[in-house]
């Protein structure tokens, strides 16, 4: 009979196509690593709580290796028959060291396991993660460091605001990524928790210590409800929400990407290696890759949803709903850490066209709230300010003229507190160097703020 560690109770086979639907294998083989991990702490536990002997645990802990040892070369012989990782590992370890490899699911259950392997696997993934997320800051502060003084157009409304250093647009990338970064590690605190030892969903009559194994595995503390233990899967949910976050960042920042890069904005040029051409049209340079990771977004978040889906309703304790868990976060990783990396990548190869941009910046008026706040200075209440140079601005374009090439005297006739030193006011290089507060634009401020990115860096070594 087929998948002989459950099936004593059943005088039927399992119908083979439900064994093909049911099997989690596919998915969970790679739980291997950590499956094995917890199965030796697990074990030593056990020899050391007197429940199996110290020759017995010799003689798993050697199978265990050579399990590993098979696996990585890709040797192992994995069947679906087993349906899923834990059990190929188990009837693998039977075969390797013979009856005593069954003493090894003593006082825990796959319930219990898989959660705990899963745990351990989606640690290594944060880790990762979190990694790659100070890549891009590093990255965008080194970028913003080099772009310290290059003029960029603001935006607000899509419209042509202010003013600004490219530096500091690249610099509030960072910020969103840094946010990003805080919520893994955030989340890896509450995954880090220990659900072994609660086995099926009341415990085990056996004296166990979980805390040993606990330590063993790095985790920092032991879950305090055994139902709760085995059901609980809000640390993917948080997992799956990191990545949703990342990926809006991602996606906000590939839009700038497709805007700025497009001939009618023209404000950089995307490296020819991130971009692909048109199969008709001879002149295309499409900005595929922003594209790309824009439209994965869409993925990313359905991974979210459906976790939220597949756990509304579900009553305590485990349900076999549970497994496809791994699905969905795995894909879900496997998506943000690729677009985490090339747009890295991506960033790092592109272009400020710096003539483009300083005439954009320098449109529009967009120093018209420098002009409103020189008059304020000079003791205007803001609201009449903010009117006198609306009134100015109209009169601007009336005569399709900017700022900057007014006469004096017609500025002077709708404020008497303008004088000549009006022209330094608004130019929008002393705009944005009037801009010295924290985190306000000036080139000493990103310098201030690409300083603290690389000092926070460093630690991690990235230099
Ligand atoms: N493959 C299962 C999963 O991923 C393991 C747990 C199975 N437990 C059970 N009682 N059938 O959820």
Avoid at 8 to 37: C, G, H, M, P, W
Avoid at 158 to 184: C, K, T, Y
Avoid at 207 to 227: D, P
Avoid at 325 to 337: A, G, N, R
């Amino acid at each position: 009979m087929k998948n002989v560690t459950w099936s004593s109770r059943f005088t039927k086979q399992i119908n083979s196509e439900v064994l093909e639907f049911s099997q989690s294998l596919s998915i969970d083989v790679v739980l291997y690593e950590a499956d094995i991990s917890v199965t030796a702490a697990h074990v030593e536990m056990l020899c050391k709580c007197g429940h199996i002997k110290t020759s017995e645990l010799k003689k798993i802990l050697l199978g265990l290796k050579k399990i590993k040892k098979l696996a990585e070369s890709g040797k192992l012989p994995w069947s679906i028959d087993y349906e899923d990782v834990h059990m190929n590992i188990e009837n693998n370890l039977v075969k390797i060291i013979g009856e005593v490899g069954k003493k090894i699911h003593l006082g825990r259950s796959r319930n219990d396991l898989v959660t705990t392997d899963l745990r351990l696997y989606l640690r290594d993934f944060l880790d990762i993660l979190v990694d790659k997320t100070r890549g891009l800051q590093f990255v965008l502060a080194k970028m913003a460091q080099s772009h310290s003084t290059n003029l960029f157009p603001g935006y607000t409304h899509l419209q042509i605001a202010q003013p600004v250093i490219f530096g500091q647009h690249l610099l509030a990338w960072s910020e969103m990524i840094s946010r990003d970064e805080n919520r893994l590690i955030n989340a890896r605190s509450d995954l880090n928790i220990m659900p072994l030892g609660a086995a099926a969903l009341s415990g085990t009559s056996l004296k166990i210590n979980r805390a040993m194994v606990a330590k063993k595995l790095g985790f920092e503390a032991v879950t305090k409800n055994s139902m709760d233990a085995v059901s609980d899967r809000d640390y993917v949910l948080d997992f799956a929400y990191c990545n949703s976050m990342i990926m809006m960042h991602l996606s906000r920042i590939c839009e700038e990407l497709v805007l700025w890069s497009n001939p009618q904005f023209n404000l950089i040029s995307l490296d020819e290696g991130f971009c692909t051409g048109s199969s008709i049209m001879p002149q295309k340079k499409n900005p595929d890759v922003p594209e790309l990771i824009r439209g994965k977004t869409g993925g990313v978040y359905g991974s979210l949803f459906g976790l939220l889906t597949l756990m509304k309703g579900l009553p305590l304790t485990y349900n076999r709903d549970l497994q496809e868990d791994k699905t969905l976060i795995l894909e879900s990783i496997d998506t943000t850490l690729s677009c985490l990396h090339i747009i890295t990548k991506l960033i790092s190869t592109l272009k400020l066209n710096k003539q483009k941009a300083i005439e954009v910046a320098s449109s529009s008026f967009s120093t018209a709230t420098d002009l409103a706040e020189y008059l304020s200075k000079k003791g205007e209440p803001f609201r009449s300010s903010h009117h006198i140079v609306g009134k100015i601005v109209k009169f601007c374009e009336k005569k399709s003229i900017k700022l900057k090439d007014m006469d004096i005297k017609d500025l002077q006739k709708f404020s008497p507190n303008i004088n000549i030193d009006v022209f330094k006011a608004i130019d929008p290089e002393n705009s944005v160097n009037s801009r010295s507060g924290l985190g306000e634009t000036s080139s000493s401020s990103i310098k201030k703020q690409t300083s603290q990115i690389f000092k926070k860096l460093r630690k991690f070594g990235y230099k």
